[in-house]
């Protein structure tokens, strides 16, 4: 909102800039970042009056870089918060909850909730063609929301991506570019398209916006929670951006008062086969490593050189929180226990956070008591291939009673 | 609810039965049907207390049959309005709306309303293992409510189902059982199934209850229209149930005053290569010749003995409604239109119903004014394969600015 959203600053010089599509600090190329009136804000919100909000992510527009009301995305956000009684049971801790983007509207991952407000912040700078580098999530969520408020967009992702991930963006008509290699390459192609085309690349020239989006999955944690921070947040980490967010949001929240400070650990979560920051962490330092062949099941997480990761990391250390890593099988396992305690079909980067929860569980770095959240990003129809070859195989018998007792009597 | 939740009855006969796992009446095999003191409930129910129940479908828990509180699928419905002027737009009407259930919870189509019903009912009524006869969708949706309720579940379907709906019931840890036949083979079994083991089959003996989970869809509408029922509202059919609940929760709203009386249509939708309903409404006769072998994509409407296509009729003969139906490529047609204008990536039924509707503006059944409300009941990522011949192709190219030039120049 206007009221509260300040300018844009460099999160290494803390130089500021107008609120412009720009996204690199001119003097020492750090990240931009929005920044809001806290004084202001502070005042003006309040636990009731965010709760009286709709029943979407819109109800924290308080918190979010527009000028204006949103005008895309008006659906989307306030996925539920699940007790999970039967997976806490199996994991072996108390007080287990997810967050389940999986379901979120109108695509079906945590990404609807950046391009909204990047797609309204496009809107209010006259942008009409907007665009993207995408592991997948983002191409469909950035084609499903163009299309219905009218904007022509075009989709850059590696050329190798999950096909329902494909189809999921070809359908609503916008323009797929497949890049031969990984996404880092798409990635940095978009950032020199970026400097000739004026388009908005919402996580390009737009991402100081487009990533702030991301705080209204922190904000709805803590008021689905009641208003508490919980002990243990477990976040899958591509980028790192999405982690680096919802610590934001909690703090936001602190410093406006609608929860109690108190210790929280924020735990990041990575595939083996593309650990950047989780390598980074376990070994001690902040230097990251760049993946540049990155190989996992999880391609919604294959960023080989994650632009927040150096944030990530500061955030995990300064919570006290610990970085995890799993192999594709252990991605597997649990996409699938999460799906038999809890009826949620998550996607292989879900599996990811589960299977790093499991991990950290056991190995002590979350205690069994406490609250612990781990948030699920997107669903498992997206990535439903990689279950074929794991699963019991479906029984095929005649349509009759005789096939049929013999098959449940096994 | 307990105080409003009479019994069950027969449609035909009108005898009553207590409120057991039965669905067939024993003197002239009518199908029962859940009954309410509509006195008390009238008295009991207002806009304004709806209005401030939970979130979800369970908000109009006084007009579904259980006697305690809901305990399976606590965070279904709900879904969202869209108006959508887009879409309008290309069909030629001044107000048209979509509600779309593609993105129900859990399992991403209106059968979670249906399983959430007959689940909690299932656990009143002291089951412990539930089933289904299913075209995909109520497979899933009982797979995943079962396995986060911890019910024991066994789920038949066609063995020729698409892989996605395997996929996205077998995760779960359902038992898939594969039926070499029609949809309607498999639903004669479960008959069969239901008579011999003490099983709750969701859409057999528990049909009752099940069923009435669908009017949810019928209350939303009217909330989210502001209390008011659409001039024209599309529905696809397969068994024909969704579209008799839809008018029957909009019967009730005007018996318990939460709307005015005022004339409306029902119009329904089918794919041509299984149109029963829409074939014997177009006969003028209320005689339903079974399609014996159903040749469609829109697998999920695949349904050559529609158990409640008689009453179907009845409801669109009864509000001046009309039953159309479209074949393969009007169905992709529809899928695309949807998702180009709207950003919703509905699945065949959806493209079922928008091709219908398409067709009823233009044969001038539903005219260019009024409000219409079309029906989405499943999500899109379920039947992708269907569309991979029907996309503009993705463009492959090398991550360089000047490849990238040639492809926008296009």
């Known amino acids: 909102m206007k009221e509260f959203f300040d300018c844009l600053k460099c999160k290494e010089c803390g130089r500021t800039y107008p609120k412009e599509a720009q996204h690199v600090c001119e003097f020492d190329f750090g990240p931009l970042e929005a920044t ?58 108390k007080e287990l909850y997810i967050k389940n983007d999986a379901i979120n509207y109108p695509s079906l991952s945590f990404k609807d909730r ?36 009218g904007f022509k967009s075009y ?7 999950e096909l329902a991930k494909v189809i999921g963006s070809l359908v609503y008509k916008t323009k797929v ?28 020239n737009f991402r100081p916006y487009y990533a702030e989006g991301s705080k209204t999955m922190g904000f709805e944690i803590l008021e689905q929670m009641g208003w508490e921070i919980p002990d243990h947040t477990v976040i899958c980490m591509a980028s790192g951006s999405l982690l680096t967010k919802i610590d934001k949001a ?6 406006c008062g609608l929860v109690e400070d108190k210790p929280y ?22 230097l990251i490593r760049p993946v540049p062949n990155p190989s996992t099941i999880a391609k919604s997480l294959a960023i080989g050189t994650p632009a927040d990761g150096f944030y990530a990391i500061q955030t995990i250390r300064r919570t006290g929180g610990f970085s995890e890593d799993v192999n594709d099988l252990e991605i597997i396992e649990g996409i699938k226990i999460l799906a038999e305690t809890e009826g949620i079909f998550a996607e292989t980067a879900g599996g990811v956070t ?19 959240v781990l948030c699920i990003t997107g669903n498992g129809l997206k990535t439903a291939d990689v279950l074929k070859d794991h699963l019991q195989p479906i029984q095929i018998i005649d349509p009759t009673i005789q096939d049929f007792d013999k098959i449940v009597a096994l």
Request: charged letters at 20%; hydrophobic letters at 40%.
């Open 265 to 286: 650990a924020i735990h990041g979560a990575q595939a083996l086969g593309c650990n950047p920051i989780t390598a980074a962490f376990k070994k001690g330092t902040d």
């Open 155 to 161: 989709v850059l992702i590696p050329a190798d991506l």
């Open 114 to 149: 950046v391009v909204s407000v990047a797609l309204s912040r496009a809107r209010e700078l006259n942008f009409s063609i907007v665009s993207c580098a995408s592991t997948g999530n983002l191409a469909n969520s950035l084609a499903a929301n163009a299309a219905s408020s």
């Open 354 to 372: 589960v299977g790093c929860a499991k991990k950290l569980i056991e190995k002590g770095h979350i205690p069994p008591s406490g609250k612990i």
């Open 36 to 93: 809001y009136n806290y004084h202001k804000l502070k005042k003006y919100v309040t636990r009731q009056l965010l709760e009286s909000g709709p029943h979407s992510m819109w109800r924290y527009e308080a918190f979010l870089p527009l000028e204006e009301s949103p005008t895309v995305g008006l659906h989307t956000g306030m996925t539920p918060l699940i007790r999970a009684h039967r997976l806490g049971k199996v994991l072996g801790v």
């Open 177 to 204: 570019i497949g890049i031969r290699g990984s996404y880092d390459k798409v990635n940095r192609l978009c950032s020199e398209i970026a400097g000739k085309y004026r388009w908005a690349f919402v996580n390009v």
């Open 250 to 255: 909690y703090r936001e929240a602190i410093i």
